[in-house]
């Protein structure tokens, strides 16, 4: 088909054809950002934490009025709740994943370095850590039991103690030495005394999303025995069908156990709630944007549809001319479709240029990131689908006009 034609048409209504390609523009723009948004939350959403989520509970816990032997009776719960039927494993932690707020450092590779290499999160861990939580070691090994300290020993000012080995995960070795074996290596953590990597688990999330998705595993396990009014978390690991049981057995053995305590109920939950809580925010942004690029689809299908109809109401006599001179149906067709794929193209190629500028706006405004490529032509196919699908009504309409009654109309 003759695109000359085409043109010469659309040169003669300048004004609605460039209302539709600058829609088209703007649909192509926001849809391809808005995909890339929406794919980039379904990817958080849907991480691998590396834990034994379905099987691990939270218990949150702090004292009225402090404790003055807070160790032994940390010492006490964790005997307690081992003891407990149904209770595979239990530890006690500064910090659990899928919540707002975390304990983080700077990580050097040289000592007096200026600038910190990396920032990752901590995780004081005593020895029943790794088997709590569920990790897998893939590489080196776990801390001895000679290894462990308490966290008062280490915070005195006076103390000389130094932390014999840190555990990091995968993700964040490799950021540290890529295409190098990091374990034996050194990293500086707190001062300028060197921490030997001992270990490598293969996953472990940060409690936030500090550092963005990029740096969601950068966390760090040092051999740090915490008590539980440092964080308050007792986590249990019990089998799946027995998580709500145990929970609150253990809530009702904590509260009678030791000084006057408070359990923070709202906190006091299964892994898989604080997660399901974690990316509340998420999921509701990833619908939101859902429903945003389903009614600009459905805006731009029917501005289409409604100036495909208006030309085809203006065009009645030259659409009976041409189907007189013996212009087939299928050709009167091709011909809306061929005009709409124009206008389309133009405003896809338009379009892509503002998803860019748009992606480049939002990197620097709000540190997302870069809008991979493949989005553009993704964004592209939908709106030549759409297109072409929106004018097809009228296209066919066009099609069915008579050539005696177009030619009397005229």
Same mark, same amino acid.
């Not at 509701?284 to 459905?298: D, S, Y």
């Given at each position: 088909?003759?695109?000359?034609?085409?043109?010469?048409?659309?040169?003669?209504?300048?004004?609605?054809?460039?209302?539709?390609?600058?829609?088209?523009?703007?649909?192509?723009a926001?849809?391809?950002?808005?995909?890339?948004?929406?794919?980039?939350?379904?990817?958080?959403?849907?991480?691998?934490? %590396?834990?034994?989520?379905?099987?691990?509970? *939270?218990?949150?816990?702090?004292?009225?009025?402090?404790?003055?032997?807070?160790? =032994?009776?940390?010492?006490?719960?964790?005997?307690?709740l081992?003891?407990? /039927?149904?209770?595979?494993?239990?530890t006690?932690?500064?910090?659990?994943?899928?919540?707002?707020?975390?304990?983080?450092?700077?990580v050097?590779?040289?000592p +007096?370095q200026?600038?910190?290499?990396?920032?990752?999160?901590?995780?004081?861990?005593?020895e029943?850590?790794?088997?709590?939580?569920?990790?897998?070691?893939?590489?080196?090994?776990?801390f001895? =039991?000679?290894?462990?300290?308490h966290f008062?020993?280490?915070? +005195?000012?006076?103390?000389?103690?130094?932390?014999? %080995?840190?555990?990091?995960?995968?993700?964040?070795?490799?950021?540290?030495?890529?295409g190098e074996?990091?374990?034996?290596?050194?990293?500086?953590?707190?001062?300028?005394?060197p921490?030997?990597?001992i270990?490598?688990? $293969?996953?472990?999330?940060?409690?936030?999303?500090?550092?963005?998705?990029?740096?969601?595993?950068?966390a760090?396990i040092? /051999?740090?025995? #915490?008590?539980?009014?440092? %964080?308050?978390?007792?986590v249990i690991?019990?089998?799946?069908?027995?998580r709500? $049981?145990?929970?609150?057995?253990?809530?009702?053995?904590l509260?009678?156990?030791?000084?006057?305590?408070?359990?923070? $109920?709202?906190?006091?939950?299964?892994?898989?709630?604080?997660?399901?809580?974690?990316?509340?925010?998420?999921?509701?942004?990833?619908?939101?944007?859902? #429903?945003?690029? #389903?009614?600009l689809?459905l805006?731009?299908?029917?501005?289409?549809?409604g100036?495909?109809?208006?030309?085809?109401?203006?065009?009645?006599?030259?659409?009976?001319?041409?189907? =007189?001179?013996?212009?087939t149906?299928?050709?009167?067709?091709?011909?809306?479709q061929?005009?709409?794929?124009?206008?389309?193209?133009?405003?896809?190629?338009?379009?892509?240029?503002?998803?860019? %500028?748009?992606?480049?706006?939002?990197?620097?405004?709000?540190?997302?990131? *870069?809008?991979?490529?493949?989005?553009? /032509?993704?964004?592209?196919?939908?709106?030549?689908?759409?297109?072409?699908?929106?004018?097809?009504?009228?296209?066919?309409?066009?099609?069915?006009?008579?050539?005696?009654?177009?030619?009397?109309?005229a």
């Amino acid at each position: 088909m003759e695109i000359r034609p085409i043109l010469s048409t659309l040169m003669r209504h300048k004004t609605a054809a460039a209302l539709i390609v600058l829609q088209v523009a703007l649909t192509c723009a926001i849809i391809c950002n808005a995909l890339f948004m929406i794919g980039e939350r379904i990817a958080q959403i849907s991480e691998v934490s %590396g834990l034994a989520e379905n099987e691990l509970i *939270r218990i949150q816990i702090i004292p009225v009025g402090g404790d003055s032997d807070s160790k =032994a009776q940390t010492q006490a719960d964790l005997a307690m709740l081992r003891a407990m /039927p149904g209770v595979k494993a239990a530890t006690t932690v500064n910090q659990v994943p899928f919540v707002n707020s975390s304990w983080n450092s700077g990580v050097n590779l040289q000592p +007096d370095q200026q600038r910190p290499t990396l920032n990752a999160s901590n995780y004081m861990a005593e020895e029943s850590f790794i088997e709590t939580f569920g990790l897998n070691l893939v590489a080196g090994r776990n801390f001895t =039991a000679d290894e462990y300290l308490h966290f008062d020993a280490l915070n +005195d000012p006076e103390s000389e103690i130094r932390v014999p %080995g840190v555990i990091l995960t995968r993700s964040m070795a490799t950021r540290l030495f890529p295409g190098e074996d990091p374990l034996g290596k050194s990293i500086y953590v707190w001062g300028n005394d060197p921490m030997p990597i001992i270990g490598i688990v $293969e996953h472990l999330v940060r409690p936030s999303m500090q550092g963005g998705p990029a740096a969601r595993e950068y966390a760090m396990i040092f /051999p740090i025995k #915490v008590d539980y009014n440092l %964080g308050g978390n007792y986590v249990i690991r019990t089998s799946p069908e027995r998580r709500q $049981e145990v929970l609150d057995a253990a809530s009702d053995a904590l509260r009678k156990s030791g000084p006057r305590r408070i359990i923070l $109920e709202q906190n006091t939950k299964a892994f898989e709630q604080l997660r399901s809580d974690f990316y509340q925010q998420q999921r509701g942004m990833a619908w939101l944007l859902g #429903v945003v690029c #389903v009614a600009l689809l459905l805006v731009t299908a029917l501005g289409i549809v409604g100036l495909a109809s208006f030309w085809v109401q203006q065009r009645t006599k030259q659409i009976g001319v041409r189907r =007189a001179l013996g212009a087939t149906r299928g050709q009167i067709l091709r011909y809306f479709q061929t005009e709409n794929f124009v206008l389309a193209s133009i405003g896809i190629v338009l379009g892509m240029l503002a998803a860019f %500028g748009i992606n480049q706006w939002l990197m620097s405004a709000y540190e997302t990131a *870069r809008l991979p490529w493949h989005y553009l /032509p993704i964004g592209a196919v939908a709106l030549w689908l759409l297109g072409q699908v929106a004018v097809l009504g009228p296209a066919r309409r066009a099609a069915s006009v008579p050539p005696a009654i177009a030619t009397r109309t005229a």
